[in-house]
C-alpha cells in the first residue's frame, strides 16, 4: 500500500535557523496538508495545499513558514527563522479529491530547536 | 466553533473488557468523522470513518447526531489495541481539512 514519506525523521536545529521539512505525498493524490504536534498536546491544522497554492491556513502558519510543491512528487514545509516552541512533530499528509476522502499521514519528522 | 472533545486522556482497562473511547463534536454542519489510531512510534492510521459504517479489527462507532458523538467500541480489548486514538471531524466541501480532538491513550493490560 502506498505511503506518505517524510524525511528527516529528526532534525535538531539551533534558534534562529532555517529548516526545511520534507514529504513525499501518495502519487494520485492532489491535496496536501501539514500538521504539528507539540509534546503532550494535540495534532493541530497548519496549512493545505492544492493546485500549486494554499488553499487554506491556521493562525499558527504565519510569515515565518512557508509551503512549496518544487516539483510533481516533493511537498515541503519551510521555517524561516526558528524558535524554541517550533519544536514539534510536523505531520504531513495528502488525500485524493474525491469526496471527503480521508487524509493519509506519514511518520512524522520530530523538530527539535535549541 | 468547530470542536471535537475527547474526554479522557488515559483509559486502562484489562483484556478482554470492553473498550468504548469517547468523542463529541461541534459543528453547524452536516460533520464527516473520523478515528485514527497512532501505535507507538508510528503514523496516525485511519480506523475508522463513519460514512462506511465498518467494523476495523474489532473497533466500531456509530455516530449520534443528537447527541453529537461518535465513540468508539470494542467488546473485547487485546493487549495489541493499546496505542493512542484520536477523533477528527473533516468539515464538508471546501479543502477538507481536518480537526483532531486531543487524543485518548488506551492501555491494555494482560
Known amino acids: 500500500e502506498p505511503e506518505v514519506t517524510q524525511t528527516p525523521s529528526h532534525q535538531v536545529t539551533q534558534m534562529g535557523q532555517e529548516v526545511i521539512l520534507r514529504c513525499v505525498p501518495i502519487?494520485?493524490?492532489?491535496?496536501f496538508y501539514w500538521y504539528r504536534q507539540i509534546l503532550g498536546q494535540k495534532v493541530e491544522f497548519l496549512v493545505s495545499?492544492?493546485?500549486?497554492?494554499?488553499?487554506?491556513k491556521s493562525e499558527i502558519f504565519d510569515d515565518q513558514f512557508s509551503v512549496e510543491r518544487p516539483d510533481g512528487s516533493n511537498f515541503t514545509l519551510k521555517i524561516r527563522s526558528t524558535k524554541l516552541e517550533d519544536s514539534a512533530m510536523y505531520f504531513c499528509?495528502?488525500?485524493?479529491?474525491?469526496?471527503?476522502?480521508?487524509?493519509?499521514f506519514g511518520n512524522g519528522t520530530r523538530l527539535t530547536v535549541t | 466553533a468547530q470542536r471535537v472533545t475527547q474526554p479522557e486522556k488515559l483509559l486502562s482497562v484489562f483484556k478482554g473488557a470492553p473498550v468504548e473511547l469517547k468523542c463529541n463534536y461541534s459543528?453547524?454542519?452536516?460533520?464527516?468523522l473520523f478515528w485514527y489510531v497512532q501505535y507507538s512510534r508510528q503514523r496516525l492510521q485511519l480506523l475508522l470513518r463513519h460514512i462506511s459504517r465498518e467494523s476495523i479489527k474489532g473497533f466500531t462507532a456509530d455516530l449520534n447526531k443528537g447527541e453529537t458523538s461518535f465513540h468508539l467500541k470494542k467488546p473485547f480489548a487485546q493487549e495489541e489495541d493499546s496505542a493512542m486514538y484520536y477523533c477528527?471531524?473533516?468539515?464538508?466541501?471546501?479543502?477538507?481539512?481536518?480537526?483532531f480532538g486531543a487524543g485518548t491513550r488506551l492501555a491494555v493490560h494482560p
Open positions: 459543528y453547524s454542519g452536516s460533520p464527516e
Open positions: 502519487s494520485n493524490h492532489l491535496y
Open positions: 499528509a495528502s488525500r485524493t479529491g474525491g469526496g471527503n476522502s480521508p487524509l493519509h
Open positions: 495545499f492544492y493546485n500549486n497554492e494554499i488553499s487554506e
Open positions: 477528527a471531524l473533516m468539515f464538508s466541501g471546501g479543502y477538507n481539512k481536518l480537526i
